[in-house]
């Protein structure tokens, strides 16, 4: 039994490479219509497992004021109530907000020297020490030919004049490439908001993130004159980002099955390069004595053989194309405002499901575009196929 179907094998690769040309179509086909799946499942992937590690390597603790459901700044002063709670250990104020330099669009972060976060790694100068002193991505700094010791000013206020005393990586992260880090106290000014931050950063100890979030609304509900705050932990946050991006997986899914369907098709076409030859030579089996099922084996075999080399390829192409291309025209589905073509490494993690989902769509348009053919010309009289 198992010499017969070595000898299928070795028939459906010799088949493969006598009908070469219509062999190589099929792949390039195939390969086509896998590699935008196989790319976008891996940059989302890798962009969300980049989230994640933000996520992990933030506070426990996101505290702002609530004003008709949105975030808004809290006011310094409620530092050192909070730091009174039993179980936290600090209170960190930031200030997150947007700005123009000419008609680059930054992102303004202004958070204590200390606290920047690990991730972000220098490449030029050091962290901000003095008053006015920033350090920005590697991105901007590019676009705007800034480099260590040059000056620069935001749109939003021109009476203050920043100095670059660092450049970070565009490495850092994926969000890095267009961000200015300052002193909060220097943010604050910018922004007009003086005894202010965007919001409050709150560690605690572990397995007190609970008791400090119902102690906080407590404080607050219980005091009819204190504005209603917005309390997100660690754990919410993460679930928005899977949530989010579990969702654009859906979306760009149900995308990509309508371009499957459409695909299908189209192969059933090129699958029927040189069939008038493919259906004689079934006739000249059948009239040696071969049985139908034989010969449906033989093209299963072929179609496997044939999505076996598929998939790796296009996994091959949507690799080179991440690396080299950086994955134009399809990162910006899952990175927001990065335009055509990111600044900044986009991050890619290929996990083996999509692979495998790959091999066997492959598996499924090949059999859709040659098993019925080859089904009807079996069950045809060998004398009227060979006609």
Same mark, same amino acid.
């Given at each position: 039994m198992l010499r017969r179907h070595l000898n299928f094998l070795i028939v459906a690769s010799e088949n493969l490479f006598r009908y070469k040309g219509r062999t190589v179509v099929v792949i390039l086909c195939l390969v086509a219509i896998l590699f935008p799946f196989i790319t976008a499942i891996a940059l989302s992937e890798g962009v969300k497992s980049q989230s994640l590690i933000s996520v992990e390597n933030g506070a426990d603790i996101y505290l702002t004021y609530d004003q008709y459901g949105r975030n808004a700044a809290v006011p310094l002063s409620a530092i050192k109530e909070i730091q009174g709670i039993d179980g936290v250990l600090r209170v960190v104020p930031r200030v997150i907000g947007r700005a123009f330099i000419s008609s680059y669009l930054a992102v303004v972060v202004g958070i204590p020297s200390k606290e920047i976060p690990s991730s972000i790694l220098l490449e030029k100068g050091d962290i901000f020490k003095d008053s006015n002193d920033v350090i920005i991505g590697a991105g901007l700094a590019k676009a705007l030919n800034l480099e260590v010791g040059h000056s620069f000013i935001l749109d939003i206020n021109k009476a203050k004049i920043l100095k670059v005393s660092g450049i970070f990586s565009s490495q850092s992260s994926i969000w890095s490439a267009d961000l200015i880090f300052m002193s909060f106290d220097d943010a604050a000014e910018i922004f007009r908001k003086d005894g202010m931050a965007s919001d409050l950063l709150?560690?605690?100890?572990? &397995?007190?993130?609970?008791?400090?979030?119902?102690?906080?609304?407590?404080?607050?509900? &219980?005091? $009819?004159?204190?504005?209603?705050?917005? @309390?997100?932990?660690?754990?919410?946050?993460?679930?928005?980002?899977?949530? &989010?991006?579990?969702?654009?997986?859906? @979306?760009?899914?149900?995308?990509?099955?309508?371009?499957?369907?459409?695909? @299908?098709?189209?192969?059933?076409?090129?699958? &029927?390069?040189?069939?008038?030859?493919?259906?004689?030579?079934?006739?000249?089996?059948?009239? @040696?004595?071969?049985?139908?099922? $034989?010969?449906? $084996?033989?093209?299963?075999?072929?179609?496997?053989?044939?999505?076996?080399?598929a998939a790796p390829l296009a996994l091959i192409v949507s690799f080179v194309w991440i690396k080299l291309f950086n994955g134009f025209l399809i990162a910006q589905f899952f990175i927001a405002e990065i335009g055509i073509l990111a600044k900044f490494p986009v991050p890619a993690r290929y996990m083996p499901v999509p692979i495998f989902l790959g091999f066997a769509f492959a598996l499924i348009l090949t059999m859709v575009g040659s098993i019925y053919s080859t089904w009807r010309s079996a069950v045809t009289p060998p004398a009227v196929t060979m006609k």
């Amino acid at each position: 039994m198992l010499r017969r179907h070595l000898n299928f094998l070795i028939v459906a690769s010799e088949n493969l490479f006598r009908y070469k040309g219509r062999t190589v179509v099929v792949i390039l086909c195939l390969v086509a219509i896998l590699f935008p799946f196989i790319t976008a499942i891996a940059l989302s992937e890798g962009v969300k497992s980049q989230s994640l590690i933000s996520v992990e390597n933030g506070a426990d603790i996101y505290l702002t004021y609530d004003q008709y459901g949105r975030n808004a700044a809290v006011p310094l002063s409620a530092i050192k109530e909070i730091q009174g709670i039993d179980g936290v250990l600090r209170v960190v104020p930031r200030v997150i907000g947007r700005a123009f330099i000419s008609s680059y669009l930054a992102v303004v972060v202004g958070i204590p020297s200390k606290e920047i976060p690990s991730s972000i790694l220098l490449e030029k100068g050091d962290i901000f020490k003095d008053s006015n002193d920033v350090i920005i991505g590697a991105g901007l700094a590019k676009a705007l030919n800034l480099e260590v010791g040059h000056s620069f000013i935001l749109d939003i206020n021109k009476a203050k004049i920043l100095k670059v005393s660092g450049i970070f990586s565009s490495q850092s992260s994926i969000w890095s490439a267009d961000l200015i880090f300052m002193s909060f106290d220097d943010a604050a000014e910018i922004f007009r908001k003086d005894g202010m931050a965007s919001d409050l950063l709150i560690y605690v100890r572990p &397995g007190y993130v609970a008791s400090i979030a119902e102690v906080l609304n407590l404080l607050h509900e &219980g005091d $009819e004159k204190r504005p209603l705050i917005r @309390i997100q932990t660690k754990d919410l946050v993460r679930q928005y980002f899977t949530k &989010g991006f579990t969702m654009k997986q859906g @979306i760009f899914t149900a995308l990509y099955t309508v371009a499957f369907a459409l695909a @299908i098709p189209a192969l059933l076409v090129v699958s &029927g390069f040189g069939m008038g030859e493919r259906r004689r030579e079934i006739g000249i089996i059948k009239a @040696i004595g071969w049985q139908t099922s $034989e010969i449906i $084996e033989v093209v299963f075999i072929e179609n496997i053989l044939i999505s076996l080399t598929a998939a790796p390829l296009a996994l091959i192409v949507s690799f080179v194309w991440i690396k080299l291309f950086n994955g134009f025209l399809i990162a910006q589905f899952f990175i927001a405002e990065i335009g055509i073509l990111a600044k900044f490494p986009v991050p890619a993690r290929y996990m083996p499901v999509p692979i495998f989902l790959g091999f066997a769509f492959a598996l499924i348009l090949t059999m859709v575009g040659s098993i019925y053919s080859t089904w009807r010309s079996a069950v045809t009289p060998p004398a009227v196929t060979m006609k």
